[in-house]
């Protein structure tokens, strides 16, 4: 089973930065992306940024420019600096990977979520 391990969320004034971790455990035969996604209270939970094999990234139109998503394969962890913070950038953000576990079948797995709250 593979299970995601997140840190690195905490409380931040505006203007701030963050970095995230995530990492990925147990027995994987091929990661094809992971992936960051956040969900304030009442909202739907949407796409932070994505990072696929090869180092491909993309981006939600809200934080690019600000966010930048990174891994370390050897790691088997991918991070999420968040620079100049915004208060609508508090939410809980939740790490996602996708791939093939040990078994040969497909890995949708998430994280328990790590909470971001940037104040005014």
């Known amino acids: 089973q593979v299970q995601l391990v997140e840190s690195g969320g905490g409380l931040v004034q505006a203007g701030g930065s963050l970095r995230l971790s995530c990492a990925a455990s147990g027995t994987i035969f091929r990661i094809d992306a992971m992936g960051w996604y956040r969900q304030a209270p009442g909202k739907q939970r949407e796409l932070v940024a994505t990072i696929i094999s090869g180092g491909s990234t993309n981006y939600a139109d809200s934080v690019k420019g600000r966010f930048i998503i990174s891994r370390d394969n050897a790691k088997n962890t991918v991070y999420l600096q968040m620079n100049s913070l915004k208060p609508e950038d508090t939410a809980v953000y939740y790490c996602?990977?996708?791939?093939?576990?040990?078994?040969?079948?497909?890995?949708?797995?998430w994280g328990q979520g790590t909470q971001v709250t940037v104040s005014s």
């Open positions: 996602n990977a996708v791939g093939i576990g040990g078994t040969l079948r497909r890995v949708d797995v």
